[in-house]
């Protein structure tokens, strides 16, 4: 059973650019949320994908969105990016079913720096 | 507004001197509070899941405790390992798509 991995694993770009970040769900998965993590915060909910739909978003602008793929695997994609997006991006798989979704599965994070 | 404080922020303890870490939560219906461990730059790895008040759970040197109001993770006789951030989050039944964490607790265990 593989578990969450997400790429790349460092990232520095430029303000105002654009950046998209990857993840590949656990295996048998079909739920994928992302979190945002400032350092010495706690993950902050971005928005959650549920058999390719939106699925429930956090308090964040409209230049975070995201898909999720037929294979359950996912893209974050953040425009016009700011100096406060510097941060831990995490991407969490879950099953759902019913309504009912168990325990998430975290990956190791993309560490995004904007100079 | 739903919310989850954790206290202390950080605890540095001895090799084998047993403590806990709070998690208090206010929450409109509680679904489930969850606990996680998170090593530095490392995503939070899963450690329990408490549904309701008076449930328990215990693995190796932790154990889990649910109230009305807040969740311990009690640590017996740590060891150098068992130093890492801590996260409680809960889900709640009228935001279930998205857990809500704190802040962490950051443990430290001197050998």
């Known amino acids: 059973e593989t578990g969450v991995t997400q790429s790349p694993t460092h990232l520095i770009k430029t303000r105002g650019q654009q950046v998209t970040l990857r993840c590949s769900s656990q295996s048998g998965h079909n739920t994928v949320s992302w979190y945002q993590q400032a350092l010495g915060q706690g993950p902050q909910f971005i928005f959650q994908y549920y058999r390719e739909e939106e699925n429930g978003r956090g308090n964040f602008p409209p230049r975070f969105s995201g898909l999720q793929f037929p294979n359950y695997s996912s893209e974050l994609n953040v425009n016009a990016l700011e100096l406060d997006d510097s941060a831990l991006y995490l991407c969490?798989?879950?099953?759902?079913?019913?309504?009912?979704?168990?325990?998430?599965?975290f990956g190791s994070g993309t560490r995004l720096t904007v100079v | 507004e739903d919310q989850v404080t954790q206290s202390p922020e950080a605890l540095r303890l001895q090799e084998g001197e047993s403590s806990s870490l709070n998690c208090s939560y206010t929450?409109?219906?509680?679904?489930?509070l969850f606990w996680y461990r998170q090593d530095p730059g490392k995503g939070p790895e899963f450690l329990f899941t408490?549904?309701?008040a008076g449930e328990e759970k215990e693995k190796e040197r932790l154990k889990a405790t649910l109230t009305k109001k807040e969740s311990f993770l009690h640590i017996t006789a740590p060891k150098p390992e068992d130093s890492a951030t801590y996260l409680c989050a809960v889900r709640t039944y009228s935001s279930a798509s998205k857990i809500i964490f704190g802040s962490g607790t950051r443990l430290s265990i001197r050998p």
């Open positions: 408490l549904y309701s």
């Open positions: 929450v409109s219906g509680l679904r489930g």
């Open positions: 969490a798989s879950s099953f759902q079913t019913g309504g009912e979704e168990n325990g998430y599965t």
